[in-house]
């Protein structure tokens, strides 16, 4: 079955870095669209970054550009989101999803993408 395993969460202090990654299985990997969702407590769910499945074009929401980096690994089946000068208010869960090929290669609703990962935390202190 397809999984989605994030990892590379955790507590860092503002202005430090993280690397998160997912790691995908169970499905051709180099067909889907990839992106970063996060949540954080009574807030809705907002997509951070995505990726198309070449690579070659990227999305971020306005709050994170010039700070996150989102990319991908056709070979090792893995999505990066690489966070820099983390702010508190990055404080969230971080979700990837698989968006399949289609009319669009991003959705900023979550519900469009078919297949989630568990989540990881990531926690920015002040």
């Known amino acids: 079955q397809v999984q989605l395993v994030e990892s590379g969460g955790g507590v860092v202090q503002a202005g430090g870095s993280l690397r998160l990654s997912c790691a995908a299985s169970g499905l051709t990997f180099s067909t889907y669209n990839m992106g970063w969702f996060r949540q954080a407590p009574g807030k809705e769910r907002e997509l951070v970054a995505a990726?198309?499945?070449?690579?070659?074009?990227?999305y971020y929401t306005d709050s994170v550009k010039g700070r996150f980096t989102i990319s991908r690994d056709n070979v090792k089946n893995t999505v990066y989101l690489q966070m820099n000068s983390l702010k508190p208010e990055d404080t969230a869960v971080y979700y990837c999803?698989?968006?399949?090929?289609?009319?669009?290669?991003?959705?900023?609703?979550?519900?469009?993408?078919?297949?989630w990962g568990q989540g990881t935390q990531v926690t920015v202190s002040s």
């Open positions: 999803a698989a968006l399949t090929r289609g009319v669009r290669w991003y959705y900023t609703a979550g519900e469009k993408y078919d297949y």
């Open positions: 990726i198309i499945w070449s690579g070659g074009s990227t």
